[in-house]
């Protein structure tokens, strides 16, 4: 019975996501205005049937079916999820919802409500109605109902996850094999086979766009018929956009075109199969729709229907897209060969040339031989491994992409703390603290610093210390030393941890000695003592690597203690490079040192043959 069959949709309500929504109406008052076919047409029902009557009854019975829910949740989603994520952010957006538990694709009527402010049920469009919810076929999507509502007027499909087939071609991502191909193509054939054998005798608007693919991967063709109801949408020029309007006939038969306004809105069989072989060359090749050879850029969809519009002088001439030279599957040259002619025979420019889709079902049936005499279980197995083989490429390509990001993350870590430390991060491992019994600290300080600020600009400064600091930071690189921070003016660094080694006073005390060169501008004061430390990282966020003991106050006293342009050396550090004979120290002498008392310090005066200049009495 229609009525259980026969949903109509009515009343409009907000959805969540703020756009209209639409459930089931429980107005009747509301429904009973629209005109039934029984009160617009009173004397054409006279000589209706009893079996019209029990028809139209029943249709207008399932114009108030309560209960049934149709909630838009997602009004503004695009395809499917999958469908997004595999088309890296170039979704194309369709309505979905969900009815009866079911997802569904919202197709919005471009109806104006003004010129309809309510739809005329005609018999003639319950008729459409009824052959649409009727037909049922695999390769096919299923009407589910419509929205006859101002303003909401739109068509209720089955939805199919994987997108349109325009969506599957266009994902480089994936990838489709000889079978993948023959399958989908095979599926597209039957399913127009079935169309042009059912009442709606024609598509009228077979495109790419317009063949959708389930999770199965098994291709459906979609919004076919309700021509009655699509007549009423604004689609000329000037209400839709000139390139989407132009784009939307690229896929139409030349005779159609020529005859425009006059063409039937179903369409005709020989359009169809025209239009099919141009999905035919898209799918074989995964060109542009209009492909017109390497490099040539595609022109306007208006223009390129200009050209096929134009009567050729004979077939030589014709205007279709171009057959690329390379075999667009990996199948025998003469099955190949069978699958271009039949390409050439379906847009063939005479209607009458083109075969039906009786003739191509049978050659793609031939083709298809492997798909069909194996089971349907197998057919389906090997779809979804092909899907699988598609996912795993993509899943290492993201993996790839994913390991990239990740040696970034790691390499930052690896500069803002010791490797060894930000190794024993990166595994999840807390760092404990270590003490060293002796290492060798270096700080600096630039004599004059706050004084050289308050004449700058603190972009000034910033760019100076940058300066700076990018040569310490090339200097440092050279040793075994471990930049522990740079506090302001002062630069800190340590040689002996968190690697131990027994070199540390001397990798310090050579890093430095190179700096100082008479012409600098810049005056530092560097200060260095070895001692024992404590060392560890401190905080989970933004952790720091930080030295703790009275080490680390000697290092700084002996930097605030020392000279411009000197290096300031602890008694502790100068046993140490004293063991090596290339270090020239020099004994400076007693000095009092807040909180330690008198202590006896030295100057670092050269390295090997590198000596620091003398600058005069005032820096003695
Ligand atoms: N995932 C999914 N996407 C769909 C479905 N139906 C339509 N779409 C998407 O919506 C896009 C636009 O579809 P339509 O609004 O029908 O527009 P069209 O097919 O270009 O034009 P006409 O059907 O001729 O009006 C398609 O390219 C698909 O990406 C479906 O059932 N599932
Ligand atoms: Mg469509």
Redesign the pocket.
């Known amino acids: 019975m229609i009525d259980r069959k026969f949903s109509i949709f009515t009343r409009k309500k907000s959805s969540p996501t703020g756009e209209k929504a639409i459930e089931n109406n429980h107005n009747y008052d509301d429904r009973n205005n629209i005109s039934s076919p029984s009160n617009s047409n009173s004397n054409s029902q006279k000589k209706k049937s009893n079996a019209e009557d029990e028809f139209e009854n029943n249709a207008k019975k399932s114009l108030s079916i309560k209960n049934r829910k149709l909630s838009f949740y997602s009004i503004r989603s695009?395809?499917?999820v999958e469908?997004i994520q595999m088309q890296n952010n170039a979704q194309?957006?369709?309505h979905?919802s969900t009815y009866r538990g079911q997802m569904v694709?919202i197709?919005?009527l471009n109806i104006d409500p003004k010129k309809y402010p309510k739809l005329e049920l005609s018999r003639k469009l319950l008729m459409q109605f009824k052959i649409m919810k009727d037909l049922q076929h695999d390769h096919i999507?299923r009407f589910a109902g419509a929205c006859v509502d101002a303003p909401n007027y739109c068509i209720v499909?089955?939805?199919?996850?994987?997108?349109?087939l325009?969506?599957i071609l266009n994902n480089d991502t994936l990838k489709l094999d000889k079978m993948m191909k023959y399958s989908l193509l095979h599926d597209l054939v039957k399913g127009m086979y079935f169309l042009h054998n059912s009442e709606i005798r024609s598509h009228g608007?077979l495109?790419?766009?317009?063949c959708?693919?389930d999770s199965r991967f098994v291709l459906k063709v979609?919004?076919f018929g309700l021509a009655e109801l699509h007549a009423m949408e604004d689609t000329t020029e000037a209400q839709l956009d000139e390139h989407s309007f132009y784009k939307?006939k690229l896929w139409t038969a030349p005779e159609l075109l020529r005859i425009e306004e006059a063409a039937p809105p179903q369409g005709t069989q020989k359009g169809d199969v025209y239009s099919f072989a141009l999905i035919l060359h898209e799918m074989l090749y995964r060109k542009d729709a209009w492909y017109l050879g390497e490099g040539v850029e595609l022109p306007h969809p208006k223009e390129i229907l200009e050209n096929v519009k134009k009567s050729p002088i004979s077939d030589e001439f014709l205007y279709r897209p171009v057959i690329p030279e390379a075999s667009p599957v990996e199948d025998h040259p003469e099955t190949v060969k069978k699958l271009i002619d039949l390409m050439i025979n379906c847009w063939a420019e005479n209607p009458h040339d083109r075969p039906e889709f009786s003739v191509i079902r049978k050659i793609v049936h031939s083709l298809n031989k492997d798909n069909e005499t194996s089971n349907l279980v197998d057919n389906l197995l090997k779809r979804m491994e092909q899907y699988a083989t598609n996912l795993e490429g993509l899943v290492e390509e993201r993996t790839q992409e994913y390991l990239a990001e990740k040696k970034k993350v790691e390499d930052l870590l690896h500069q803002l703390l010791p490797p060894s430390v930000a190794d024993q991060l990166i595994t999840g491992h807390a760092v404990q603290a270590e003490s060293h019994d002796c290492v060798t600290i270096y700080f600096s300080d630039i004599v004059g610093f706050t004084a050289l600020s308050s004449k700058s600009t603190p972009m000034q400064v910033v760019t100076l210390l940058n300066d700076l600091y990018l040569a310490f930071d090339g200097v440092v690189d050279n040793f075994k030393v471990y930049k522990v921070e740079t506090i302001g003016d002062a630069y800190m660094v340590v040689s002996g941890l968190p690697d131990r080694r027994d070199d540390h006073a001397s990798q310090i005390a050579q890093n430095f000695v190179i700096r100082h060169r008479a012409n600098e501008q810049l005056k530092l004061r560097i200060g260095m003592h070895s001692g024992s430390v404590v060392s560890g990282v401190v905080g989970s966020k933004m952790p720091r690597y930080c030295l703790f003991g009275d080490t680390v106050n000697t290092s700084s006293r002996m930097e605030s203690n020392g000279l411009p342009l000197k290096i300031h050396v602890s008694s502790d550090t100068k046993e140490i490079l004293s063991k090596d004979p290339d270090f020239g120290l020099e004994l400076r002498g007693q000095i009092e040192m807040k909180g330690k008392g008198l202590q006896t310090t030295y100057w670092l005066k050269s390295y090997k043959d590198q000596c620091v200049p003398d600058f005069g009495p005032e820096f003695r």
């Open positions: 695009g395809g499917s469908t194309i957006f369709t979905t694709a197709k919005k999507t499909t089955e939805y199919c996850p994987k997108g349109s325009e969506d608007k495109k790419t766009s317009n959708v693919v979609t919004d939307k």
